[in-house]
């Protein structure tokens, strides 16, 4: 059984800055998983953020290119997503999620592709 636990999640002003973790315990190998953030707004659909393939590729949604870093580190199963410059807009609850394997299913982020997922954590920005 796959089980993530995000934490970091806070509330800020725009421009700040915010590190999510996520760490996973699951029955098999951490790098065989692809890992990723989704993030969920109210009123609007869940979100792909940031996506690391279970070969290190990483892909960013276009909207956080460049203030949004992913790492990962499969020694310690743990996902981090450093988010600086951030945005009313950025504000949501913010999941991680896992799914084994990867390659282009993956880097599509879709969030019927990943089947475990973790409890959440709020992010919100004030202007």
């Known amino acids: 059984q796959v089980n993530l636990v995000e934490s970091g999640g806070g509330s800020v002003e725009a421009g700040g800055s915010l590190r999510l973790s996520c760490v996973g315990s699951?029955?098999?190998?951490?790098?065989?998983?692809?890992m990723a953030w989704f993030r969920q707004a109210p009123g609007k659909e869940r979100e792909a953020v940031a996506i690391?393939?279970?070969?290190?590729?990483?892909k960013y949604a276009e909207s956080v290119k460049g203030r949004f870093t992913l790492s990962r580190d499969n020694a310690k199963n743990t996902l981090h997503l450093q988010m600086n410059s951030l945005k009313p807009e950025d504000t949501a609850m913010y999941y991680c999620?896992?799914?084994?394997?990867?390659?282009?299913?993956?880097?599509?982020?879709?969030?019927?592709?990943?089947?475990?997922w973790g409890q959440g954590t709020q992010v919100t920005v004030s202007s």
């Open positions: 999620a896992a799914e084994q394997g990867g390659g282009s299913w993956c880097m599509n982020g879709d969030r019927g592709d990943f089947g475990y």
């Open positions: 690391s393939d279970s070969d290190g590729t990483i």
């Open positions: 699951m029955p098999n190998n951490y790098r065989l998983y692809c």
